[in-house]
């Protein structure tokens, strides 16, 4: 017996597998780091959003939604942080960006 | 719960691995890096024997002499580092100076 | 709803075991780097699916403290290559292409 | 259900010890700590599957977060390359044998063997749970985990927090502190989100610290977390005020070991019996000893991811103690 | 009040005290050797009220925290906790006297002697949490905690020998403490204890308890540095300071026999050990014969007395075969006797070659010839200590191999017999071998003035340790106290008497 609640996270959960996988893949495929950065923290986080979102809906609890709320807002900025900090070290050590050749 | 033993067999795989990689590779981060492996191996088949419990909960006490064993290993990790970089930094070498006579003082 | 979020963790364990072929591969490390910083947001994921199926709250205390470390540790290397004088041996079989 | 848990467990498994096997044999070391620092996040997950999430807590902390970082300021000194003056080795044949005997058959052999006999035990065991169960009440806390480890085998803790503070000790009769991490300009991105994370750090240590009375956390974990907060801060350019690297220092270092002995040195000479406490203090003093554990393990974990021991600013470089060595 | 005093349980203090000590010398480290000496100096009067506690009724058991054996910690003073306690307060104080000395005549190194004296006492109070340790993990604990501070001091000289050794040291404890600690948790998954008396009632002839029993076995005997697995040793011990080399030979190579031997006659009585027991007394008998040529063959006096260590274990480790129905308590009380005479003699034989090492600047065995003059005195205490190690009477070791001896012949076992007179023989061999270079009359170099701090300490081990077979009954009567061996003891010491 799956109430609309169920049914709703159960979607969110379901779509945010895409985009792990599509970080994944990209992680994989992408030619340079900079490419793989990109796919990363996008992927990943929208990913883990949705994630969140949907056991939000499912959460017993507002302490338990805060949790979930702030596991993502810190995913989110360090995430985005670290990427800017790698992408800064990369380029700063002279690593050229690729281009389609 | 019988998956339990799958990690109770998981783990005694992990403490072999180490193990071997321990005696066999020269450089001593690697050594290191074997030696946390095993210890690893170790914790996995303590807590895994248990979890076997019928009632879904995991025998406290190995969890606690798990979590001493941990900290313990931590403590080994880090003086083991300090000593290698000792090591390299008197010698230049990344593994155990072998001839020790040879070495001279 | 407890099955599906089951499969879809096994599933992103599969993702993580994936993603390994990056580390292994490098070729920099900063490549595998990011592809740890991967597996950490996965784990993160994969905490709070696990812990909604088997009804333990207490993986989202995990899940926090993961993200936490992942950012620690990502810093930790950002900070650690940039000056390092005794660096250059590592780097010689990780030449980018 | 149980097919997809079985199923995520046996990949679990399979992945931990592909993983610890991969990682051993790389040849580039980075790429090992890398796959080592993964490996402490599987494990964790292992752990929570083992449903012992304090260790998953710890192992996430401990096993990837401070250990990882440890080893990498480590190959950062070290290097990854095979080096070493060529000498002379010394072998005989009986040895050159004996290795790949001893690796080669006689460690799969041994492992076969014990890999059997496990399989031999009973499938359904609950070892102490009951005990401690019945025990609980008395422990003056409400997590059975806790309750071990600082009340029932509270004597093993407190031993552990002495090998803490040894190694510390150790580490500084090897070697002085180098600050493993770069001095130039600090990005101001860092900055930012130094001053979100530090707080987080400190706050959900605290959390931690008082959960692990009712439920899963404890001194341990929240002093790791505490030490994650000091190398960041160390990261960020942070350094300890020059007053505070003697005395200072060393009392914070050890506090959390002298509560533990003057806990145990009062009880034995007030009741002849060694940590033992009172119930109607049993919660407290825990909480105490808890407390000062935490602060310690910061300062203690922090310490050995300095390298050595505190040396004033303006010293001679890397550089030049090698010259002279 | 002198009863409140008398009922403390001061085996347990003696755990508490140098603990707090090393806490004290860690954070005042400018006062590290008073705080050191001082500590020193009250542990064996602790010690001897403990014995004097163990030799009247007394309860053997002390559960950590109030919380009985499946559940808590039990801490036992039975006689083998009291006789070790004993000896590592005794031998400590006095290799504590020499090292006040020996580190303030190095004081041109700079920074390292207080690190000596946390370390030190923190090995110590380690040693005496493992004596008196009834439980697997807590001895787990407490064996990481004195091999962490031996691998700490043995690096202290700071050379890249040394440096070797304590790492190889460390890799050694680790591969041997996991081991261990994977046959404890085969153990604990089977019975759900880690209690030593509640398994030793437990355990049954399985398989699974077998391979618990050989990963543990297997791991201690790498720590204890049995043959062949004493590679490690002779560095570890050679190349640490003098006062630490001595610590290490006499007192911390047993710790893990200690250990072995609380397993294998408290754990482990209902596995059927016959073939292990014999394996272990091959090995031994091994350690006697390879670790007595190899002393033979070396140039350096301090290599030459680490490779004695190693056959000295090789006889510890014949308690194994020997303790054999009737012959047990001979054979048990052998091994105490032989540990006790060992580390006095073995400390006595490292602070001489340290002193040596001072005055000489070197301790190569060829060059001491002629050594009478200032470095004389120092030769005849050699001598003396020598006395005990190869088993001349009136020494303990003397008394301790007659026991072992006597076992042999009461079980029939005449292959060890030959083993403990051969090794006899040899270790007389490169004991000879180094006095008759000493009393070379070549030429006479001029030698500095030895500080009385670093001659009489050696001496003073070196005639307990002479005299020990004298005073032989008392300590052997406190290593029966509860002593998991079959009866009919006194009447085997009275005949070896």
């Known amino acids: 017996m799956m109430s609309l609640i169920d049914l709703f996270s159960g979607a969110l959960i379901l779509a945010s597998l895409p985009f792990f996988v599509a970080g994944t893949l990209g992680l994989l495929r992408f030619p340079d780091l900079y490419c793989r950065l990109h796919a990363l923290t996008k992927a990943d986080n929208l990913g883990l959003g949705l994630v969140v979102l949907a056991l939000m809906l499912q959460a017993q609890s507002w302490l338990q939604v805060l949790r979930l709320l702030l596991i993502w807002l810190l995913v989110l900025i360090a995430g985005a942080t670290v990427a800017h900090l790698i992408a800064r070290k990369a380029l700063a050590a002279g690593h050229r960006p690729w281009r389609r050749p | 719960m019988s998956v339990s033993v799958l990690y109770a067999g998981g783990g005694t795989l992990l403490f072999f691995i180490g193990l071997h990689a321990l005696l066999v590779y020269p450089h001593l981060l690697r050594k290191i890096l074997a030696a946390n492996i095993m210890g690893s191996g170790v914790f996995m088949v303590f807590v895994a024997l248990g979890a076997r419990s019928s009632d879904g909960v995991t025998d406290p006490v190995p969890q606690a002499m798990v979590l001493t064993g941990i900290v313990v290993s931590l403590c080994f990790t880090a003086v083991a580092l300090v000593l290698a970089v000792r090591i390299h930094r008197l010698t230049g070498c990344t593994t155990f100076v072998q001839d020790q006579e040879a070495a001279g003082d | 709803m407890t099955s599906l979020s089951l499969i879809v963790a096994l599933i992103l364990l599969l993702t993580i075991a994936l993603g390994l072929i990056r580390v292994l591969r490098g070729p920099t490390p900063t490549d595998r780097m990011l592809a740890a910083q991967l597996f950490g947001t996965t784990a993160v994921a994969i905490l709070l699916l696990l812990g909604f199926a088997t009804h333990s709250p207490v993986m989202t205390d995990v899940a926090l403290v993961f993200a936490l470390l992942t950012a620690v540790a990502a810093v930790t290397f950002v900070r650690r290559a940039e000056v390092d004088p005794m660096a250059p041996e590592q780097d010689v079989d990780d030449v980018p292409d | 259900m149980t097919g997809a848990q079985t199923l995520f467990d046996g990949l679990l498994v399979l992945l931990l010890v592909i993983l610890a096997w991969v990682l051993l044999a790389s040849k580039d070391l980075f790429r090992a700590i890398v796959l080592f620092i993964s490996f402490g996040l599987l494990l964790a997950l292992a752990w929570l599957r083992l449903k012992a999430p304090d260790i998953a807590l710890a192992e996430a902390i401990i096993g990837a977060g401070i250990t990882g970082a440890l080893l990498l300021v480590g190959l950062g000194r070290l290097g990854s390359a095979v080096r070493c003056r060529p000498l002379p080795v010394r072998t005989t044949p009986l040895q050159r044998l004996s290795a790949p005997l001893l690796v080669g058959l ?67 009769s090897l070697d002085r502190a180098r600050h493993p991490f770069a001095r130039d300009q600090i990005p101001a991105a860092l900055l930012t989100l130094q001053r979100l994370l530090l707080p987080l750090l400190i706050l959900v240590a605290g959390y931690i610290l008082q959960r692990g009375a009712q439920g899963p956390g404890g001194a341990f974990q929240a002093g790791a977390l505490l030490a994650a907060g000091i190398i960041l801060a160390a990261l960020c350019g942070h350094r300890l005020p020059p007053g505070h690297q003697g005395l200072l220092l060393r009392l914070a270092l050890s506090c959390g070991f002298t509560t533990f002995l003057l806990a145990a040195a009062v009880t034995l000479a007030r009741s002849g019996v060694p940590l033992l406490y009172p119930e109607h203090l049993a919660g407290s003093l825990i909480l105490l000893i808890e407390i000062a554990a935490t602060f310690s393990i910061a300062f203690l974990l922090a310490a050995a991811m300095a390298g050595g021991h505190p040396v004033p600013e303006a010293k001679p470089t890397a550089i030049d103690e090698r010259k002279s060595a | 009040m002198t009863d409140a005093i008398l009922q403390q349980p001061w085996f347990l203090w003696l755990t508490l005290i140098p603990l707090g000590a090393a806490i004290l010398a860690f954070v005042l480290p400018r006062q590290a050797h008073l705080v050191g000496f001082a500590t020193a100096l009250i542990l064996p009067f602790c010690a001897l009220l403990a014995v004097r506690q163990g030799t009247l009724p007394h309860q053997l058991f002390l559960n950590a925290g109030g919380w009985d054996a499946p559940l808590g910690i039990a801490l036992r003073n039975d006689g083998l906790a009291l006789v070790m306690l004993a000896v590592t307060a005794g031998v400590g104080f006095i290799i504590s006297c020499y090292a006040t000395a020996y580190f303030s005549a190095r004081r041109h190194k700079p920074d390292r002697p207080h690190y000596f004296w946390p370390l030190w006492l923190f090995l110590w109070g380690g040693c005496n949490a493992l004596f008196i340790s009834g439980d697997l993990f807590n001895l787990y604990v407490t064996l990481e905690l004195v091999t962490l501070a031996s691998v700490a001091l043995i690096a202290l000289e700071g050379g890249n020998k040394a440096l070797n050794a304590a790492l190889r040291y460390l890799f050694i404890g680790l591969i041997g403490s996991l081991a261990y600690l994977l046959g404890v948790a085969i153990l604990y998954g089977t019975y759900a204890t880690v209690d030593l008396g509640l398994l030793g009632d437990a355990l049954t002839n399985t398989r699974l308890n077998h391979v618990a029993m050989a990963l543990m076995v297997s791991g201690l005997i790498l720590k204890s540095a049995l043959f062949p697995m004493h590679f490690w040793l002779p560095q570890a011990h050679a190349m640490a300071p003098a006062p630490v080399s001595a610590l290490l030979s006499a007192l911390i190579v047993k710790t893990t026999f200690i250990v072995l031997l609380r397993l294998w006659f408290m754990v482990f009585p209902a596995l059927d050990l016959v073939v292990t027991g014999q394996i272990l007394g091959l090995l031994g008998s091994g350690a006697i014969i390879w670790g007595s040529l190899m002393a033979l063959r070396q140039e350096r006096l301090k290599l030459l007395i680490a490779y004695s260590t190693v056959a000295q274990i090789g006889y510890l480790f014949l308690v194994f075969p020997l303790a054999r129905g009737d012959a047990a308590a001979a054979a048990w009380t052998g091994c105490v006797l032989l540990i006790l005479a060992h580390a006095c003699g073995k400390a006595a034989m490292f602070l001489v070659a340290g002193t040596i090492h001072h005055t000489a600047g070197h301790d190569r065995i060829s060059q001491l010839a002629g050594a009478g003059g200032p470095v004389g005195v120092l030769v005849v205490v050699f001598a003396l200590a020598a006395v005990t190690i190869i088993g001349l009477p009136p020494s303990g070791g003397f008394f301790a191999k007659w026991l072992l001896l006597s076992a042999a012949l009461a079980t029939g076992q005449w292959f060890y017999l030959l083993v403990i007179l051969g090794g006899s023989l040899l270790s007389a061999a490169y004991i000879v071998r180094v006095l008759s270079w000493a009393f070379l009359d070549v030429k006479r170099s001029h030698y500095p003035v030895i500080p009385w701090v670093m001659k009489w300490p050696p001496l003073l081990l070196a005639v307990i340790s002479l005299l020990f077979g004298l005073i032989a009954h008392q300590p052997l ?19 070896a008497r």
């Open chain 4, 106 to 172: 006689l460690l799969p052999s041994i492992a076969a063997v014990v890999l059997v006999e496990l399989f031999t035990l009973p499938i359904v065991a609950s070892g102490q749970i009951k005990l401690v169960a019945a025990h609980l009440e008395h422990a003056g806390v409400d997590h059975p985990v806790t309750a071990v480890l600082l009340n029932f085998r509270g004597y093993d803790t407190f031993l552990e927090m002495g090998v803490l503070l040894l190694a510390v000790l150790s580490i500084w």
């Open chain 5, 477 to 495: 009567q406190l290593a029966l106290i509860d002593a998991p061996v079959a009866g009919r003891v006194m009447l085997e010491i009275s005949h």
